[in-house]
Structure formats: structure tokens, C-alpha cells
């Protein structure tokens, strides 16, 4: 069944549904990298949305260069650091939800040997972004005080938790420790960002050559896919694609691609179907990339048509018990050592070199793809929460389910 999709765009301040991504490179030095979304910048960017039922790919305005390597944020402990320090230790604990992946132990000791604060982490696995973005706003709503001190989200729903007034706008620059790049502060203070991720597909490369290898949507639909396929279910990242690449063409391609009987899966079974050797391209995002090649496994990565990239960050909840304990464990996060704890996990930032996301990154740049990030992407934001926006959503279920 196919629909007409026509043209409709409802303006607002609040973003649907976060973009998927978990995070997930290696390079040295090379193109700089793009400066990440500001909630602010991107609302008054999302005043043009798209005018025809199949819109041309849309023309970023090109992003202001940033450093290729970390840039320090301060040179030694400042007087606000000294001072947060000592009201962390007097708070003594800190309620947060940190991302699966991560485990506290080595948290805690980094914070104690970093700052000298044995600090007490309650912490509670992240499982979805959405869903906790929305208990925070009804707790906010409710006149009661957050049950978190620290959540993480990433560009939408760090938008929606900015715009509900949920968050603290923090001076971070004389808080970071030296060697943390300045672009980890996201939002004008409003977030810090812990890591980054991108959208695209694994392929095995004893399998599939590097010449031979999808680079596209349309490569996907080619029959010669068919049985050695998998993707995502994300709607939510089909029609991100279909703003840039333009409706018409990115329905037309997702049709020809189901055609090749695909699993329609979330990001773990897709990675679990890989390293089982029964699928050799998977859609996925960079972090099952990342853990992957962290296991020693073959993999090679490929961004098809841009490089679609998120931005993932904590944030301090206006009314936290306690703030500055939640500050001391955000930062410790986005400094080196956190980095390197997040990276022995496969998950990395593009503000770092070395890491699975900063490889990424170059070997988009090198390729010439367009990085996009609806937070900063012109119009993007208008079409992703319009009514055509949704219908095209809709649509794209119905092509998943083969319909």
C-alpha cells in the first residue's frame, strides 16, 4: 500500500522522539570536526521545513570548524573546581542513571584517585531516553523533586528537557579537567557530552570487499542483497533520511530494500545475527560497531549518503539533592580518564581522536559525505515534528512490515 505524502509542517519548540543511537574511532589527526547541535541555534534554524511532498536534499549551512584534537578547557584546579570539590564531599552520594554499558566501580575509584571524593554512585541502568525525558518532566510538572540528580539524553530529548526547564544551565569551562576537549559543553551549558554515535551498517569484510560494499540506500535494494541483509527498526532514523536524501526517492529505496526480505530488528538483535555469521550488512548504530571490533571480530563500518551523527550528554535536574556531587561524577565523565573508560566499551566521541567515533568521523569527512544532526541541520526540526513528518513515519511502519 502506498500513500501520498503531502505537504504540511506544524512549527513548535517540542521534538519528537529521540534518534536512535547508541554511541559508539581511530585516527589521527585530520578534519575538524563539527561543532554539535545547541537547542537554541537549532529552534530558530527549524524555521524552513520542507515545501513538496518529495524535498530536495536540504543545504546545510557548513559547520563551524573545531578542533581535531582534545582542546584543554582549563590549565590546573580553578577555584570553582576546589569548591565543588569540597561540596561533593560534603553531599557524599549522587543518584543517576548511567548508561548500560558502564559499570561504577571503576567510576567511583576514577572520581576518588581524580578528586579525592569517595562518592557513593546510586546508580540505575538508562533504558530509554523518551521515556525517562517524560518522567522528568511530569515530576517537574508535579511540583516534586527529580529521582535523579544526573540524566543522560541526546539531541531531541535533551531539547525537550531543555525546553520544559527540567535541566540546570551549569558553567562547566572552569570545572573541566585539563585535556577535556571545550566542545563537550553542549546547549550553552545546559549539558555535557559524554559521547557520540552515529547511524550506518557493519559489513564482514571476509565476505563482502571493500569495493563491493553498499554505500547507499539505493545500493541496499540491489537483489544481490537479498538473504545477507538486516536492518533496523527505527523509524524515527528512515525518515531523518527521507528529509535529507528527499521522500519520494528514500520510500522508493526502503521498498526496493525490503524486497531483499530483510529482518526488520532492534540494534542488539542486528548485532547479535552478525557476529553469529548470519547476516553480513547490518544497519546498525556505531556503538554495536564499536562493540563488535572491540571483541576482535572483522567489521567494517560505512555511513550510507551522510554522516548522521548524535550527540549524547548528562544533565544536572533543577531541584537535585545533590548538585554538586551530580557535577563532580559529569564532569570526571567527559574528562580523559571517563572517556577512556566509556571507549574500553567500544563507545567514543568525536571530540577525542583515537576512538571508534572519531574514526568514523574521518572517514566520512574523507569521503565527502555531509554530517548531519537534526539539531543543527536546517528545517530538520520543523519536518521531524510536522504532520507530514509524521505521515511519512507512519508510512515507513508500513514498508518495514511489508505492507
Not at 298 to 308: R, Y
Request: proline share 9%.
Amino acid at each position: 500500500m502506498r500513500t501520498r505524502i503531502t505537504s504540511t509542517s506544524t512549527k513548535g519548540l517540542t521534538l519528537i522522539a529521540a534518534l536512535l543511537v547508541a554511541a559508539a574511532a581511530c585516527a589521527p589527526a585530520a578534519a575538524p570536526t563539527p561543532v554539535p547541535p545547541s537547542p537554541t541555534s537549532a529552534t530558530k534554524a527549524a524555521s524552513v521545513a520542507p515545501a513538496a511532498t518529495a524535498p530536495p536534499a536540504a543545504k546545510p549551512t557548513s559547520a563551524p570548524a573545531a578542533p581535531a584534537t582534545a582542546t584543554p578547557a582549563a590549565k590546573g584546579p580553578s577555584n570553582e573546581l576546589a569548591q565543588l570539590v569540597e561540596a561533593a564531599k560534603k553531599e557524599g552520594k549522587v543518584s543517576v542513571r548511567l548508561h548500560p554499558f558502564l559499570e561504577v566501580p571503576p567510576i567511583r575509584e576514577g572520581i576518588k584517585k581524580k578528586y579525592g571524593v569517595d562518592l557513593q554512585i546510586d546508580s540505575v541502568p538508562n533504558e530509554s531516553y523518551a521515556t525517562h525525558v517524560a518522567a522528568a518532566i511530569a515530576e517537574f510538572k508535579a511540583g516534586a523533586p527529580p529521582s535523579f540528580d544526573l540524566l543522560p539524553f541526546s539531541d531531541s530529548t535533551s531539547l525537550q528537557a531543555i525546553n520544559a526547564g527540567v535541566v540546570e544551565k551549569v558553567n562547566w569551562a572552569p570545572l573541566l579537567a585539563p585535556g577535556t576537549p571545550k566542545e563537550v559543553v553542549q546547549s550553552d551549558g545546559h549539558a555535557l557530552s559524554v559521547y557520540t554515535g552515529h547511524i550506518g551498517l557493519m559489513y564482514d569484510p571476509r565476505v563482502i570487499s571493500a569495493a563491493d560494499a553498499p554505500k547507499s540506500f539505493a545500493d541496499l535494494g540491489n537483489p544481490k542483497w537479498k538473504g545477507k541483509l538486516a536492518v533496523y527498526n527505527s523509524t524515527a532514523n528512515y525518515v531523518n533520511y527521507a528529509f535529507v536524501r528527499g521522500i519520494d526517492k528514500t520510500l522508493a529505496d526502503l521498498r526496493a530494500i525490503m524486497k531483499n526480505s530483510p529482518p526488520v530488528e532492534a540494534y542488539s538483535r542486528g548485532q547479535t545475527r552478525y557476529t553469529a555469521g548470519e547476516y553480513p550488512i547490518v544497519l546498525i548504530g556505531s556503538s554495536m560497531y564499536g562493540s563488535v571490533k572491540t571483541k576482535g571480530m572483522p567489521v567494517e563500518w560505512v555511513s550510507p549518503d551522510i554522516s548522521f551523527f548524535s550527540v549524547h550528554s548528562f544533565h544536572v535536574m533543577k531541584g537535585a539533592k545533590q548538585p554538586n556531587a551530580a557535577k563532580l561524577l559529569a564532569i570526571f565523565l567527559a574528562s580523559p580518564e571517563g572517556h577512556k573508560i566509556y571507549n574500553d566499551t567500544g563507545v567514543g566521541s568525536m571530540f577525542y581522536t583515537g576512538n571508534i567515533e572519531s574514526d568514523i568521523h574521518q572517514q566520512d569527512v574523507k569521503a565527502g559525505l555531509k554530517q548531519y544532526n537534526p539539531m543543527t541541520w536546517p528545517g530538520a526540526l520543523d519536518f521531524l515534528q510536522s504532520e507530514q513528518g509524521k505521515r511519512v513515519e507512519q508510512e515507513v511502519g508500513r514498508i518495514l512490515k511489508g505492507e
